[in-house]
């Protein structure tokens, strides 16, 4: 498999390169080379193209550029700057389509990005520099950097193909809801950049569940446990309706209307699997010899519902809805999963660090009013 570089751009390229290396480390795939921003942004970007021309995958910029002083003085720019400019280059096909992503400090993402809502729209992926840290970390957001930069390739040579959602993203038949393949089409324009698609796709396909679902949901809406499902016959049996489009390497994601789908054919006298107790599931899925008989997922409580729709959002673990409270989802796609958590959570976030302000305020005023 071909090797990725990403050109890292920072003002304190020796401080970072540290880091940078042994992100570099957590795959033989991945290389990040790293260099201070030039006093002119027409020379960045010019230093950009060159770099691409001996095959720079991605970009790793960093928020604050302006903080130290280099050889040239202090540049007048920041991140979205270069972002933008490099994406309308992008667009015109004057340089070649590849991810951006931001990587920065908790408190300037907080103090000058999340505010910049004009900004939001420019990288594919963001990075805290404080919490990179760990074997697992550096292994995760290597495998996503990798992903980025495959996904971007891939995406180009679908684009020059196809300008049909479903055929983009090798969906099975029917596994594509309507008002996402609309959506799509509404927000195409002629000569689309693969930047506008790979937004799209990422943001309202893949790093949200409703048309794809991980492997933590899939297990809970087919009730077994995640390590019964792994090298099971099951998990054969739904291979066909694993999701192999653009992005599909930062984890593994099925097609639910596919799955859905072949569960009806599959048990015709009990077509709808969310209706059922995870025991029922499990129960028909062991009677052909698919799982285990003792593969049935837990419940977070006692006295929770086994009728599992999904998973906590921050427990990860399996959940019926009405054991939990609705996440804030006023922006999300019609077409993509509301979330929820436990009520074990909602009562007790400091314990699961969670932050009371994502619940739909609706969910808050029934917390309170409870109290």
Same mark, same amino acid.
């Given at each position: 498999?071909?090797? &990725?570089? @990403?050109?890292?751009? $920072?003002?304190?390229?020796?401080?970072?390169?540290?880091?940078?290396?042994?992100?570099?480390?957590?795959?033989?795939?991945?290389?990040?080379?790293?260099?201070?921003?030039?006093?002119?942004?027409? $020379?960045?970007?010019?230093?950009?193209?060159?770099?691409?021309?001996?095959?720079?995958?991605?970009?790793?910029?960093?928020?604050?550029?302006?903080?130290?002083?280099?050889?040239?003085?202090? *540049?007048?720019?920041?991140?979205?700057?270069?972002?933008?400019?490099?994406?309308?280059?992008? #667009?015109?096909? =004057?340089?070649?389509?590849?991810?951006?992503?931001?990587?920065?400090?908790?408190? /300037?993402?907080?103090?000058? @990005?999340?505010?910049?809502?004009?900004?939001?729209?420019? !990288?594919?992926? &963001?990075?805290?520099?404080?919490?990179?840290?760990?074997?697992?970390?550096?292994?995760?957001?290597?495998?996503?950097? &990798?992903?980025?930069?495959?996904? /971007?390739?891939?995406?180009?040579?679908?684009? %020059?193909?196809?300008? =049909?959602? %479903?055929?983009?993203?090798?969906?099975?038949?029917?596994?594509? $809801?309507?008002?996402?393949?609309?959506?799509?089409?509404?927000?195409?324009?002629?000569?689309?950049? *693969?930047?506008?698609?790979?937004?799209?796709?990422?943001?309202?396909?893949?790093?949200?569940?409703?048309?794809?679902?991980?492997?933590?949901?899939?297990?809970?809406?087919?009730?077994?446990?995640?390590?019964?499902?792994?090298?099971?016959?099951?998990?054969?049996?739904?291979? %066909?309706?694993?999701?192999? +489009?653009? !992005?599909?390497?930062?984890?593994?994601?099925?097609?639910?209307? #596919?799955?859905?789908?072949?569960?009806?054919?599959?048990?015709?006298?009990?077509?709808?699997?969310?209706?059922?107790?995870?025991?029922?599931?499990?129960?028909?899925?062991?009677? =052909?010899?698919?799982?285990?008989?003792?593969?049935?997922?837990?419940?977070?409580?006692? +006295? /929770?519902?086994?009728?599992?729709? +999904? *998973?906590? #959002?921050?427990?990860?673990?399996?959940?019926?809805?009405?054991?939990?409270?609705?996440?804030? +989802?006023?922006?999300?796609?019609?077409?993509?999963?509301?979330? /929820? *958590?436990?009520?074990?959570?909602?009562?007790?976030?400091?314990? !699961?660090?969670?932050?009371?302000?994502?619940?739909?305020?609706?969910?808050?005023?029934? &917390?309170?009013?409870?109290?």
């Amino acid at each position: 498999m071909s090797q &990725i570089n @990403y050109l890292c751009i $920072d003002d304190q390229p020796e401080e970072v390169r540290a880091k940078l290396e042994l992100l570099g480390r957590a795959s033989d795939r991945l290389r990040l080379g790293c260099v201070a921003p030039t006093k002119s942004l027409d $020379d960045m970007v010019t230093e950009i193209g060159l770099r691409q021309e001996q095959d720079i995958g991605g970009l790793l910029i960093d928020l604050r550029l302006d903080r130290v002083a280099g050889k040239e003085g202090r *540049v007048q720019y920041n991140a979205p700057t270069i972002a933008q400019h490099i994406r309308s280059l992008m #667009a015109m096909r =004057k340089l070649q389509a590849l991810p951006i992503v931001l990587w920065t400090l908790p408190n /300037y993402k907080k103090a000058l @990005y999340d505010p910049d809502r004009f900004s939001h729209d420019l !990288f594919d992926e &963001i990075l805290d520099k404080d919490s990179l840290e760990g074997p697992e970390r550096f292994s995760s957001t290597a495998n996503v950097l &990798i992903d980025l930069a495959e996904g /971007y390739k891939q995406l180009s040579t679908e684009l %020059a193909r196809t300008r =049909k959602l %479903a055929s983009i993203l090798q969906a099975p038949k029917s596994a594509i $809801d309507v008002r996402a393949e609309a959506a799509f089409d509404a927000e195409q324009t002629n000569g689309r950049s *693969v930047s506008d698609a790979a937004r799209f796709i990422l943001e309202s396909v893949v790093k949200q569940e409703g048309l794809l679902v991980s492997k933590e949901t899939l297990c809970a809406r087919l009730g077994v446990l995640d390590t019964s499902f792994e090298g099971s016959q099951l998990q054969a049996a739904l291979e %066909a309706f694993r999701y192999r +489009g653009p !992005f599909c390497g930062r984890r593994p994601m099925w097609w639910w209307k #596919a799955v859905q789908a072949w569960w009806s054919t599959t048990f015709k006298s009990n077509p709808s699997v969310l209706t059922l107790e995870a025991s029922q599931r499990v129960q028909l899925l062991h009677e =052909k010899s698919m799982v285990g008989k003792d593969a049935e997922a837990k419940r977070i409580q006692d +006295g /929770y519902s086994s009728r599992f729709t +999904g *998973v906590c #959002a921050v427990q990860m673990k399996p959940l019926d809805p009405i054991d939990g409270y609705l996440l804030d +989802g006023e922006q999300a796609r019609p077409w993509l999963d509301r979330q /929820y *958590v436990s009520r074990e959570v909602a009562h007790a976030p400091a314990r !699961f660090g969670f932050d009371m302000s994502r619940l739909d305020p609706r969910a808050r005023a029934s &917390i309170r009013g409870s109290k």
